[in-house]
């Protein structure tokens, strides 16, 4: 089973670039769909981008599309969320999600219940 482990977070002024990576122990990462998902203070958890795990397609909110990049290396088991043009109201607890090709269920990319693996998360905060 993969276990997930995100880093990068941290303080950034407006318009300011952060890299979110997280990173997947177990051999076979390459088998998992991943997701970022991220939740605002008071807020509930919410989706932000996605990938399957033939690299074939990407998803992203409407929110962040054009801003952020959501890319995976299978050879080293990471998946990682570039995040430019910041905005305050991006901030939030970041968290990296994962499910596997085989899990028997339809793949909601969109959805927190499209995912049975999560990390710990990381704080993004913008603000100047």
């Known amino acids: 089973q993969v276990q997930l482990v995100e880093s990068g977070g941290g303080l950034v002024q407006p318009g300011g670039s952060l890299r979110l990576s997280c990173a997947a122990s177990g051999r076979t990462f390459s088998d998992y769909n991943m997701g970022w998902f991220r939740q605002p203070p008071g807020k509930e958890r919410e989706f932000v981008a996605a990938i399957r795990w033939s690299e074939s397609r990407t998803y992203y909110a409407d929110s962040v599309k054009g801003r952020f990049t959501l890319s995976r290396d299978n050879a080293v088991n990471t998946v990682t969320l570039q995040m430019n043009s910041l905005k305050p109201e991006d901030t939030a607890v970041y968290y990296c999600?994962?499910?596997?090709?085989?899990?028997?269920?339809?793949?909601?990319?969109?959805?927190?219940?499209?995912?049975?693996?999560w990390g710990p998360g990381a704080q993004v905060t913008v603000s100047s």
């Open positions: 999600a994962a499910q596997s090709r085989y899990s028997g269920t339809t793949y909601y990319p969109f959805a927190t219940y499209g995912y049975d693996l």
